[in-house]
């Protein structure tokens, strides 16, 4: 059974950081292309930023390039997102999530499993 647990959320003030893990079981991980979503609400879910499982290679929202950083470490099977100078807009639930194959990484139909989410909200 395939599981991915978000962790490192919180309330944390305009300018601050945050990092975000995800942890995954049940799956081959080394393998997988994980994205991070996030979605706020009463706005579609978002991509925000992905890596692949060869390379890797990483991409990025235009709302988030320069303040998050997105990395894996496949030994610990856990994804991680770094985010700094953190916005009130940058509120939303975040999810991530993994797929074996992507067409555009910042579709969520594309991708098979998901976490339940960890809750970020940043105060202005």
């Known amino acids: 059974q395939v599981q991915l647990v978000e962790s490192g959320g919180g309330l944390v003030q305009a300018g601050g950081s945050l990092r975000l893990s995800c942890t995954a079981t049940g799956l081959t991980f080394g393998v997988y292309t994980m994205t991070w979503f996030r979605q706020a609400p009463g706005k579609e879910r978002e991509g925000v930023s992905c890596?692949?499982?060869?390379?890797?290679?990483?991409y990025y929202a235009d709302s988030v390039k320069g303040r998050f950083t997105i990395s894996r470490d496949n030994a610990k099977n856990t994804l991680y997102l770094q985010m700094n100078s953190l916005k009130p807009e940058d509120t939303a639930m975040y999810y991530c999530?993994?797929?074996?194959?992507?067409?555009?990484?910042?579709?969520?139909?594309?991708?098979?499993?998901w976490g339940q989410g960890t809750q970020v909200t940043v105060s202005s």
């Open positions: 999530a993994a797929a074996s194959f992507v067409g555009g990484w910042w579709l969520a139909t594309g991708y098979r499993y």
């Open positions: 890596i692949t499982w060869r390379g890797p290679t990483t």
